[in-house]
Every structure is written in C-alpha cells, then in structure tokens.
C-alpha cells in the first residue's frame, strides 16, 4: 500500500509533460554518437572469422556464422548514413526518427556480432541503452533524457553491485587490482604499461583506485536524486574511463561520451524527489 | 499547453518505457542475460597472488610445441580464453570445429604445419607472470 504513491511520484517524474531543447541535443549526440561508432568500430576485423569459433550472442543469432566483410561493410554504410539523416534531417520530425532506428538497429546487430567471439563485451552496450527512449520520442520531449538518465545509473550501479555481489568488499581491501595492475601491465594491452605497474608497485595507490571504481559505481544513482551531483559523476566517470585505458588499455570511450552527455544535458531537469 | 502534451508518451510508450528498465534492473541482478541486457560483469571478480588460467600450445610432427599467440592473431580469435575454458563441455563437433580453427589460424600465422593443439591448465604467480604449475587438460588434432 505505502509503495503506491511512491510509484506514482516516479511514474510522473519520469513521463513529465515537458518539451526542452536539450533533450533534442542529447539526442542528436547520441544519433551522432552511434553514427561515429558505426563507422570507426573494430567490426570490419569480424569478418572471415571460421564457423567454429562463432558464439552468437543476442540479435546476433539471426546469423548461423559471422557475416562476410560485404555484409559487415553494408551494415556500416547503412548505419553511417541514417545517423547522417537522423541528424541532418533534426527538423523534419518523422525522418529523423525512423533514421535515428536504422542507425541504432545497425550498431546492435554490429555490437551482438562483435560479442559474438565467445567474450561477453560492454563497449557499445551502454551507447544502445542510453539511446533506447530517444528512439520513438518526440524530438524535445523531456521523458527520454531522464529515462536516459535512470538507465546510466543503472549501468553503473550494477558494474558496482556485480563486484560487490562477486567479491565482497574483498574487492577494495585486499591486492585485487594491484594484482588486475600487474596482469595489464603485462597483458600488451596498455600503450604504457609502466602506468599500470607503478600503481600495482604502490599498495595505497591500488586500494584508493580500487575505493574510488567502486565508490563511484555504487553512488551513481544519486544522480538521479541529487541534480547538484550530475556534473561530479560526468567528471568521475570520464576520470574512470580515461584512468582504465591509461591502466588497463581497455578502449571505453564511448562510455566516457556518453555518461557525461546525458548527465550534463539531464543537470537543470528536477531531481526525482519531487 | 499542446506544446507540453506532446512531450508525455502514451500509454504504450510508457509501459514499454517501464518493462525496458525492469529488464535492466532483472539484467543487473543476474537474471536475465540477453545482450546488450546484461549483469555489468567488468573485473567482477577477485585477483589473488596467483591466478588459475588456460594456454594453448601447437605441436608440429615432432613434438615441439609454441604458444598459440592469440594476441597478434585477428580480433575474431579474442575469446580465446572463454573458449578454452568452455572446451571440456563441447561435444565432438564444437571440439573439431574449434580446433580446426586454431590449427589452421597457427599455420597461416608461422607458416608451419601443426600436428596438435593442447590445452594446459594454468597456475600463475600474478605479479611476476611466471608458470607455477600446468597440466595437460586437452589434445585435439586436425579433423
């Protein structure tokens, strides 16, 4: 019964009858976004892969095998070229849409091809997400951005909660990623590893790197309560993503594009308290 | 105030709005693994001083073996590990398909013939990379 009002105030949080012009430029990014992904992605190096070595995951078991270079090629142009539309064509509202559709169906199809190789990959997952409630919205229409908004925090929350729920606080107080850091820097990952092995050479330095991951993870909710801390989480989680691939070599950029981009563009909107 | 209107979805939108973050949320919390919905598995788990892992090695006619250098072998090789460590679960075509995939992958790259590929299982000392232990798990030839 006393959850009965709190759902409702999330309910018209969340679906507010409001129009504002930064839900149309987040939107645009994000079109812009998955366009730029689409075409510079790592997908092409997919094709030839042998019959055997196929792991199809999500859309991607449309396939029986991984698809030639044409095919890969041809959903790239495609996708490419409805992200054009979907961001060229911002005025005209319909065509936009209908591209901006195009444009993310071509990234997941290219994304499930990619985690397909028998390793579970978080790269594009989190630029598909975040653009889902723009996909069928009205270019200004406010419910997207704060749908967006719910669905980083949600990304993040977990990454912290899978760690917690996999390791404990083990995770932060013990060597876990001095240990992570001496494997990367090892790994031929990092274009530095020297980076990654002087953090694993400084005991401190990998626990407060450790605290810090989780810490920021676990807390990212609080950005859909507390409009003040959006742009602190936007620096922290472009800190995060910068650190991991000077450390880990790991490429999260896309990641680092977009929690700041729905964090800023969703700042002025209320927080979900009212 | 039309202006305002236009901006709330209907009824549909919003429950469809509503079962997407549900599936997030169930995703998150293990239960349910359909990407790009998933449980945000990134170094979930916990590094110790030493690691268990996989290596694979091919053989040529006389025996010598050298590492499969999956590393400088094309992206589509990546989940290397993953396969490795799921090979003992593959009925006799996955292993054949797989290991016919490795062979053919080794010969093109050292341009040299490889009679077998073996999986060792691994201990490994962390900090220094050193191997500590490996056993023979696997052997499996050109089909």
Not at chain 2, 61 to 89: D, I, K, N, T
């Amino acid at each position: 019964m006393t959850a009965l009002p709190a759902v409702g105030r999330a309910h018209d949080w969340l679906f507010p009858d409001a129009v504002d012009e930064r839900a149309r430029w987040v939107r645009l990014s994000l079109a812009a976004l998955v366009g730029l992904r689409v075409a510079l992605g790592p997908y092409r190096a997919l094709a030839g892969q042998p019959e055997g070595l196929f792991r199809p995951l999500g859309i991607a078991q449309l396939f029986d095998r991984m698809p030639s270079a044409t095919v890969v090629v041809a959903l790239q142009a495609v996708g490419v070229v409805a992200a054009v539309v979907a961001v060229a064509a911002r005025r005209r509202e319909g065509v936009d849409r209908a591209a901006f559709v195009v444009a993310w169906v071509a990234l997941l199809l290219l994304g499930s091809l990619r985690s397909s190789v028998g390793k579970i990959l978080h790269n594009d997952v989190l630029l598909l997400l975040a653009a889902v409630p723009f996909l069928l919205a009205r270019p200004r229409a406010v419910w997207p951005l704060r749908v967006a908004l719910v669905t980083v925090s949600i990304a993040y929350f977990f990454a912290g909660a899978t760690k917690l729920r996999s390791s404990g606080l083990a995770w932060v107080t013990t060597d876990n990623v001095r240990f992570l850091m001496y494997a990367a820097s090892r790994s031929g990952r990092p274009e530095w590893p020297s980076i990654a092995r002087y953090v694993a050479d400084h005991a401190w330095m990998s626990k407060l790197s450790a605290f810090y991951i989780l810490g920021v993870e676990v807390a990212f909710p609080a950005a859909v309560f507390w409009r003040w801390t959006r742009p602190l989480f936007a620096i922290a989680a472009v800190f995060l993503h910068v650190a991991t691939w000077f450390t880990l070599g790991i490429d999260y950029w896309l990641w680092a594009a977009v929690a700041p981009l729905v964090l800023v563009g969703a700042w002025r909107l209320t927080p979900a308290r009212r | 105030m039309a202006e305002a209107e236009r901006g709330r979805p209907g009824r549909a939108g919003r429950a469809a709005t509503a079962a997407f973050l549900a599936a997030l949320v169930v995703s998150g919390a293990g239960g349910l693994d359909a990407w790009p919905f998933t449980d945000w598995r990134l170094f979930a788990g916990l590094r110790r001083a030493t690691e268990t892992g996989w290596v694979a090695t091919a053989a040529d006619g006389r025996g010598v073996e050298r590492a499969v250098p999956f590393s400088a072998l094309p992206r589509h090789y990546a989940g290397a590990l993953q396969l490795m460590q799921g090979f003992g679960r593959l009925d006799d075509d996955g292993r054949r398909e797989l290991c016919d995939a490795w062979i053919q992958a080794v010969e093109e790259h050292h341009a040299s013939a490889v009679a077998e590929i073996r999986l060792y299982r691994t201990t490994v000392e962390t900090r220094s990379g050193n191997v500590i232990r490996r056993s023979l798990e696997h052997t499996c030839g050109r089909s």
